[in-house]
């Protein structure tokens, strides 16, 4: 543990001095082609630093918000796109590196004077909203004592609560911390994604937010734009649909890897393949009934909720298993609490104190 957490301030320590190199060389060169091939280097170094990390409570976030999230960023800004590019006076370093390697996004222009940068919280769920859902953890967890007499399919379901609970919960807590630190209000991060009435409101305004944005600016927007030259307007999204679908894919795949140093099986790919085409599809079908053909609420909620779990428990959470992302969190657990055992007691802290006076 001790090693771990040492990799951990040594990576971000050369991820937050890559991101300053980027942001210097966005003041000195204009963007395109000469800034892209001045940041590349940084790129392909971000997606290197988190084979530095082996535990899913520091590896995985820290490839998830450099291998992904910073690279896509800094790709848009090496030709004056995205949001590192989006307002009109240049970001300042703090807010640079926040926003490039950390899923958040403003909600206003960093460059409003002080006492427009009130920490509001609009747009953002109550306390009581998460702690319901800290609640429904541990009610959850004697369950999973239980796994060995519980049917497979029943704890994939529930490593797939405790997924999107946890991964929600990270992320508030890391967009809390930037909120205060930043005194800028920021996007909401999800929307209750299990009230979802169809694919397209699951991941298009519901489902991890922040990733939606960055694919739809460097995969989407792109295919979309050079596909309606290609078949026309009225069909061009289909294409940007499915490359997005295909990009966050191999992504989820090499996040996994960073995870679980194991083989990729390309099912995580074949999942998100399947819900782009089933969102091409359903694309086609509401263009064909110009939005005229509409289910009750409650039957589309139950509907798109069964597809989504359907197809997770089918490709998506055999791969967390597979990659054993239940074996890795009990044990880290266990070794942090070793850690703070033998390393923050109340003894040391005594002992350290009487050191000092003697000193």
């Known amino acids: 543990m001790e090693g771990e957490i040492k990799n951990f301030f040594m990576v971000w320590a050369s991820a937050l001095l890559s991101l300053w190199y980027c942001h210097m060389v966005g003041k000195i060169i204009s963007k395109g082609a000469i800034r892209f091939f001045a940041i590349l280097p940084v790129i392909l ?19 998830f918000f450099l291998a992904w999230l910073a690279n896509f960023k800094l790709l848009l800004f090496a030709f004056g796109h995205g949001p590192l590019s ?44 998460y702690g319901l859902k800290i609640a429904v953890l541990a ?68 489902w991890n937010l922040m990733v939606t944005s960055i694919l ?18 009225k069909w061009a999204a289909l294409p940007g649909v499915l490359a997005s679908f295909l990009v966050s894919g191999i992504m989820h795949e090499l996040i996994f890897y960073y995870i679980g140093r194991k083989k990729p099986t390309w099912e995580l790919t074949c999942f998100f393949f ?26 589309s909620r139950l509907s798109a909720l069964a597809f989504v779990v359907a197809t997770a428990l089918w490709l998506f959470m055999p791969q967390v298993i597979y990659a054993e992302f ?34």
């Not at 971000?46 to 490839?63: A, K, Q, R, V």
């Not at 890391?174 to 930043?182: E, G, I, K």
């Not at 074996?327 to 703070?340: H, L, P, S, Y």
């Not at 109340?346 to 104190?353: A, G, I, N, P, V």
Request: proline residues 7%; contains cysteine; aromatic residues 12%.
């Open 45 to 63: 170094f971000l997606f290197f630093l988190p084979l530095n990390l082996s535990t899913i409570f520091l590896g995985g976030p820290t490839s």
């Open 274 to 299: 399947v819900h782009g085409i089933s969102l091409a599809i359903e694309i086609v079908i509401k263009k064909a009934f110009n939005g005229k053909c509409r289910q009750p609420t409650v039957v």
């Open 139 to 206: 009610m959850t967890a004697p369950i999973y004592l239980q796994k060995d007499h519980i049917h497979p399919k029943t704890v994939l379901l529930l490593y797939a609560l405790y997924l999107y609970i946890g991964l929600e919960l990270v992320l508030a807590v890391v967009a809390a911390f930037a909120r205060v630190y930043l005194r800028l209000e920021l996007e909401p991060q999800f929307h209750e994604p299990y009230l979802a009435t169809s694919l397209q409101d699951f991941w298009g305004r519901r």
């Open 86 to 129: 989006a307002y009109p006076v240049p970001l300042s370093f703090p807010n640079f590196i926040s926003l490039a390697c950390l899923p958040i996004k403003f909600r206003q222009s960093p460059d409003k004077p002080v006492q427009e940068k009130i920490i509001k919280g609009s747009g953002h769920k109550s306390s009581l909203n």
């Open 326 to 359: 239940d074996v890795k969190t009990r044990r880290e657990c266990i070794a942090f609490i070793n850690f703070v055992r033998d390393n923050i007691t109340t003894d040391s802290w005594f002992k350290s104190f009487i050191t000092l006076k003697k000193g």
């Open 216 to 233: 739809h600016q460097t995969v989407y927007s792109p295919v979309t734009s050079i596909s309606s030259h290609l078949i026309g307007k």
